[in-house]
């Protein structure tokens, strides 16, 4: 099992910048990819960032929407997937959810049944 605990969130100012960070624990060595998603109210969780497994070779993927706003990072050596949040907007304001996959399961990481495991969330509030 792994463990998934977000961290970061809070409020900011719209065109601001904000950094959530999400630490795995337990058996960290079985998980590849991990990605964010989030959650506003009254919409269906979505994705919004991926960073593949380490030694992959594969590179981050984004959202349309947090394109060239948002950035993916990883430190493997803490276990530790970072979410670096600029040019903050109203509409990114949501419940961001860390998540983790495990052995690869043919299913697209773009969607929520191809992680295998969450985090709690953590609020993110960005006030225009």
């Known amino acids: 099992q792994v463990q998934l605990v977000e961290s970061g969130g809070g409020l900011v100012q719209a065109g601001g910048s904000l950094r959530v960070s999400c630490v795995a624990s337990?058996?960290?060595?079985?998980?590849?990819?991990m990605s964010w998603f989030r959650q506003a109210p009254g919409k269906e969780r979505e994705f919004v960032a991926g960073?593949?497994?380490?030694?992959?070779?594969?590179?981050?993927f984004y959202a349309d929407s947090v394109k060239g706003r948002f950035t993916i990072s990883r430190d493997a050596t803490k276990n530790t997937v970072y979410l670096q949040m600029d040019s903050a907007k109203p509409e990114d304001t949501a419940v961001y959810y860390c998540a983790a996959r495990g052995a690869y399961n043919g299913r697209s990481v773009f969607a929520l049944n191809g992680y295998d495991y969450w985090g709690q969330g953590t609020q993110v509030t960005v006030s225009s």
């Open positions: 337990g058996h960290t060595f079985s998980v590849t990819a």
């Open positions: 960073i593949p497994g380490p030694g992959s070779g594969g590179s981050t």
